[in-house]
């Protein structure tokens, strides 16, 4: 009797107790206590779902960088899983006979008392950021979110009300009109459209594309969703208060080195530590690139500055022997409102009559030893009307009226354009404008500069005449041109008229449609840019950001740096003259 006693209560008592521990385990592993607001768990949802919010800041990468290192938590998780499963299979085999509660059941019980806790306000925030992130994955915007970095407003706005002061030579005012674009030119002599045309100034890309940026379907407010950082620091107008009489380079760099100083502390710069940050400087390169500290010395040191080094920075001319500029289009004194406005104008190009094989627009550079301008305006001048020139001598020349170049181009099929004070020159674009087939003299003018707005193969739209042939008189133009097929010469001049697009700036007041232009072409630019070097800093790597900067061009043109039939034009003496 007492062994049946005592056998019952010791079956009791086991049986209360595996009930218990049953109960245990399923609060504990059978019910998502991370969904229910307000319950701290350490489950193994709760790991991962911390993995898969991590912050997507990238530090600056080490010297040396242990890549496996970054699989080290998802091992530790992934052994702790198989562990739990291999604990759970074994629970599951011992207890086949055991009756489990209805966990919906349970839950319902539980639920009043689970509403009563809310969650903490921070938790809130995080959930509502990280569900604005994946809610805009997939959209139009993925990869192409851009956030305006709030900078002074001495560095953009008010140096437009103080536009009188933005150059010595020329009253900057009355280019601004218009959001940047100038005094609308109208159309009396029909050398333009009715529409669109404006005195546009080459030096207000900055404003020009400010004001664009704003209108750009893809900005954010937040800066960590965005996949890159515009800097409205309008550079360009900046140095050219003090580019002449006599401001020491204190004054000169004043505004370069506190917009660096400023950007360096924003939380944003430490993303990428200001390699998806971009901006724009609206004159050629070599106004930036100071590098030695003499008043005498021209322009400033924007683009040698550490936080610049890291940046994107886009100039009408870039440097071939630097890596962190790029080139984009100069203004052009065409900026549509629509597509049709595109169309249009590229039909009337086809159609016109060009009855002068080549033309020039310019004027000679005594000053400059290797120039070659001055023989090409006498091949020019002996040639009977095959070539046309229009030259400019003074600030009241014809060249700085639109009608008088555009009328130019339109009659030429062919348009000269050779270095002047540096490699670029607006006139190339105005003549793309045109429907003219420029004819360039060294690659620094538009194949290793403008590589996002350009086709890599420039047979297609133009014609490369060594400008070493020309100065030793080895070469005639004339014949040059001359020899060319008639079929070629059509096919190219379409070419050209198709880059219309590339290389105007739609007006900033409207919207193209499905028409990119320059404006578009530089962002993805930018963007793709970006990218790269996004995922090579997840990688470990930094190939893209270290390479022998004398061989820029090589690198960002073909993606490579072996011998190229190019070299001899990016030779180091070469350089010396810029």
């Known amino acids: 009797m007492d062994n049946s006693l005592t056998t019952r209560s010791r079956n009791k008592f086991w049986f209360v107790f595996f009930f218990l521990f049953v109960s245990w385990y399923l609060l504990l592993y059978g019910i998502?206590?991370?969904?229910l607001h307000g319950i701290v768990t350490t489950s193994r949802y709760e790991v991962n779902s911390i993995e898969s919010f991590r912050p997507t800041s990238i530090p600056p990468?080490?010297?040396?960088?242990?890549?496996?290192?970054?699989?080290?938590?998802?091992?530790?998780?992934?052994?702790?899983?198989?562990?739990?499963?291999?604990?759970?299979?074994?629970?599951?085999?011992?207890?086949?006979?055991?009756?489990?509660?209805?966990?919906?059941?349970?839950?319902?019980?539980?639920?009043?008392f689970l509403r009563k806790i809310e969650p903490p306000k921070e938790e809130k925030k995080i959930e509502k950021k990280i569900e604005k992130k994946d809610d805009n994955r997939g959209g139009k915007c993925a990869g192409r979110y851009i956030y305006v970095a709030e900078i002074p407003s001495k560095f953009n706005e008010i140096m437009l009300k103080e536009c009188k002061l933005l150059n010595k030579w020329e009253d900057m005012c009355q280019y601004l009109v218009n959001m940047g674009l100038g005094p609308d030119l109208g159309n009396p002599q029909r050398i333009f459209s009715n529409k669109g045309w404006y005195t546009t100034n080459q030096f207000s890309l900055e404003v020009l594309f400010h004001n664009r940026m704003k209108q750009y379907d893809c900005l954010t407010n937040d800066s960590s969703e965005a996949s890159a950082v515009f800097v409205p620091y309008?550079?360009?107008?900046?140095?050219?208060?003090?580019?002449?009489?006599?401001?020491?380079?204190?004054?000169?760099?004043?505004?370069a080195i506190e917009v660096a100083k400023f950007l360096k502390e924003k939380p944003e710069w430490e993303t990428m530590w200001g390699r998806d940050h971009f901006m724009i400087a609206g004159r050629i390169t070599w106004d930036f690139r100071r590098g030695i500290e003499e008043d005498a010395a021209w322009g400033n040191k924007l683009m040698l500055l550490p936080e610049a080094k890291n940046m994107t920075i886009l100039t009408i001319e870039s440097s071939p022997w630097n890596r962190n500029d790029f080139a984009i289009p100069y203004p052009t004194y065409f900026h549509p409102s629509s597509d049709s406005d595109v169309v249009q104008w590229q039909n009337r190009m086809r159609r016109l009559r060009r009855k002068v094989l080549f033309s020039f627009a310019g004027a000679p550079r005594p000053q400059l030893e290797d120039s070659i301008r001055s023989e090409i305006m006498e091949q020019c001048s002996a040639t009977r009307r095959k070539c046309k020139l229009l030259e400019c001598k003074d600030?009241?020349?014809?060249?700085?009226?639109?009608?008088?170049?555009?009328?130019?181009?339109?009659?030429?099929?062919?348009?000269?354009?050779?270095?002047?004070?540096?490699?670029?020159?607006?006139?190339?674009f105005?003549?793309?404008?045109?429907?003219?087939?420029?004819?360039?003299?060294?690659?620094?003018s538009a194949y290793v500069q403008y590589i996002w707005h350009l086709p890599k193969d420039y047979t297609k739209y133009s014609v490369l005449i060594p400008e070493d042939d020309v100065r030793k008189k080895k070469v005639s133009i004339e014949n040059v041109l001359s020899k060319i097929p008639k079929s070629q010469v059509a096919a190219m001049r379409e070419e050209v008229i198709k880059l219309i697009p590339n290389v105007v700036y739609a007006d900033p007041r409207s919207?193209?449609?499905?028409?990119?232009?320059?404006?578009?072409?530089?962002?993805?630019?930018?963007?793709?840019?970006?990218?790269?070097?996004?995922?090579?800093?997840?990688?470990?790597?930094?190939?893209?950001?270290?390479?022998?900067e004398e061989y820029s061009w090589k690198y960002h043109t073909f993606g490579t740096l072996e011998k190229h039939e190019w070299d001899n034009f990016f030779l180091r003496t070469n350089k010396e003259k810029y």
């Open 32 to 35: 998502d206590w991370s969904s």
């Open 234 to 255: 309008y550079s360009g107008f900046d140095v050219a208060r003090y580019l002449w009489d006599d401001f020491n380079t204190s004054m000169r760099d004043a505004g």
């Open 511 to 548: 919207r193209l449609e499905t028409v990119k232009d320059a404006f578009d072409l530089a962002v993805k630019g930018v963007l793709g840019r970006v990218d790269v070097i996004r995922k090579e800093m997840r990688q470990g790597k930094n190939s893209s950001m270290v390479f022998d």
């Open 395 to 428: 600030l009241h020349n014809k060249c700085n009226k639109p009608v008088h170049v555009m009328r130019l181009f339109q009659s030429s099929i062919f348009c000269l354009q050779p270095s002047g004070d540096s490699f670029t020159r607006r006139s190339t």
């Open 61 to 112: 990468p080490p010297p040396h960088v242990d890549v496996s290192s970054n699989f080290n938590s998802t091992s530790v998780d992934n052994a702790t899983n198989e562990t739990r499963s291999k604990e759970e299979e074994s629970l599951s085999n011992e207890n086949d006979n055991v009756v489990v509660p209805d966990l919906e059941e349970l839950q319902k019980e539980l639920e009043p």
């Open 430 to 444: 105005d003549s793309i404008l045109a429907g003219c087939i420029p004819v360039f003299f060294t690659p620094g």
